[in-house]
């Protein structure tokens, strides 16, 4: 799904310019001109990111964020700022709360490696919203704020000397316990200690490949996935530490930059990283045993009916499409009479988690009967989630899901119904009638052989 940006600029030319920059890669783009207009879209058109321009009236682009950011429900959304090429101007948008900055003349390449990056952040916020509201719905989450430990960030370089100054200038600006480590040694650092919020990889970017490859390792590895990542790049390297921000980067800078911009980079990557360790934690103990399969650790039909009614109730506000998928085990009475009930449940938990390492961490997976699984896709386009359908169909059958107690392979194989919407109200304004569509499509898929998917007929 393309997602959805909001641009606010006084002058037209230079709106319709960023505009035709963004469509070219097929984003939603819709745009405003005052500061007022920016705030009533965020509301109404929920948009994943918001650009403001500088000379925004008044109010600018500094009081735009520090608007926003003072908003719960506006909060999350992430927001860049484009303006002078200047020290000044990009300080004050990062004290505000902006994610990134921009300088004048806007180059195409940043901006969408920089976009990509952002609606990324976007896609946690926004299904971390989803989860807390539909947790605070069934009654299992109060009001109150988290306990926040004290923030962790590794600086990584070559020349450790380099990265000591740069600690010692950065404990005068953030609240954060700063530890510093030799490059080639960051891994091992990070995998023995504990948790890591933000690691600073200082690079000179001579060799591309090695710095790509470090980060396709810190994102490969359970114990270092989920830290946010900053690249310090020389000034004539830019470009090769964009390619960074699509393998894994949260984030770059110039090495000669002002301590404080990356003071105030780092503050931003801390809170967004600790709002993802949320979605991460959302479910609770007292709500884990109300909402979670006991069997699979997926997520219930207790849980999963309200959190489908929230994502169509979205999908009604935003127009954003989304998708339903029923899915049954073929066969899995003969799995039961044939090998004991002990492997058809050995089965059930390796199908689950099949499916659940398929999907992107917004999609939502349950299981909703005995051998039936409810998968929704959030904000995702027709092409894709029938992609989707047939991955996770050929991962199931491709080896083999157990062994039974006298060593046999146990196979299976699933069949799926799905059902599309792109427009809520038309497909029926109800999300009972998608999952019956999703389900008429299951009957349909067993009926015509098993293993396979059917897309049900929908309005849309």
């Known amino acids: 799904m393309p997602g959805r940006i909001l641009i606010a600029d006084s002058v037209p030319t230079s709106r319709i310019t960023m505009k035709v920059m963004l469509n070219a890669a097929c984003y939603d783009v819709f745009m405003t001109s005052s500061a007022d207009d920016v705030l009533h879209n965020a509301a109404t058109k929920r948009p994943d990111l918001i650009i403001v321009d500088t000379d925004l009236g008044d109010t600018g682009a500094a009081g735009v964020c520090h608007l926003l950011k003072a908003d719960p429900t506006l909060t999350h959304i992430p927001v860049a700022v484009v303006g002078p090429d200047d020290n000044e101007h990009r300080l004050a948008a990062l004290r505000a709360g902006a994610e990134a900055y921009f300088a004048k003349p806007v180059d195409s390449i940043e901006l969408r490696a920089r976009v990509r990056a952002l609606l990324r952040v976007a896609a946690t916020a926004d299904e971390l919203t989803r989860r807390e509201q539909t947790a605070r719905e069934m009654g299992f989450i109060e009001t109150q704020t988290p306990y926040e430990p004290q923030a962790r960030v590794i600086l990584a370089a070559n020349k450790v000397d380099d990265a000591v100054k740069l600690r010692g200038t950065l404990r005068g600006l953030i609240h954060a316990d700063i530890e510093v480590v030799r490059r080639d040694l960051l891994l091992h650092a990070m995998r023995t200690s504990q948790e890591t919020d933000v690691i600073v990889i200082s690079s000179e970017f001579d060799n591309p490949n090695e710095d790509m490859r470090l980060l396709s390792d810190i994102r490969g590895y359970s114990e270092t996935r989920h830290a946010a990542i900053v690249a310090l790049h020389p000034d004539g390297k830019k470009p090769d530490a964009l390619v960074a921000l699509d393998l894994g980067a949260n984030d770059i800078m110039a090495q000669c930059r002002d301590p404080e911009e990356l003071a105030l980079r780092l ?194």
Do not use: W
Request: glycine residues 6%; contains cysteine.
């Open 267 to 460: 503050r931003s990557l801390i809170r967004r990283k600790r709002e993802a360790d949320r979605l991460r934690d959302t479910i609770d103990r007292s709500l884990r045993m109300a909402s979670i399969d006991p069997l699979t650790g997926l997520y219930n039909r207790r849980y999963a009916l309200p959190y489908l009614e929230r994502l169509a109730s979205e999908a009604i506000e935003t127009k954003a499409p989304f998708a339903v998928m029923i899915v049954d085990i073929d066969k899995f009475k003969s799995v039961n009479d044939r090998y004991g009930h002990s492997v058809g449940d050995a089965v059930l938990v390796e199908v689950a988690r099949r499916l659940r390492d398929k999907l992107r961490p917004q999609d939502l997976v349950a299981r909703i009967g005995g051998e039936e699984f409810l998968i929704a896709l959030p904000a995702t386009t027709l092409g894709s989630a029938q992609r989707t359908a047939e991955r996770i169909r050929r991962e199931v059958c491709a080896t083999p899901a157990t062994l039974s107690d006298k060593g046999q392979p146990v196979t299976v194989s699933i069949s799926i119904g799905l059902a599309m919407c792109t427009d809520m109200p038309h497909c029926g304004a109800s999300v009972s009638t998608l999952i019956d569509i999703a389900d008429m499509a299951l009957y349909t898929s067993k009926a015509e052989g098993r293993n396979q998917v059917t897309l049900g007929k929908t309005a849309a």
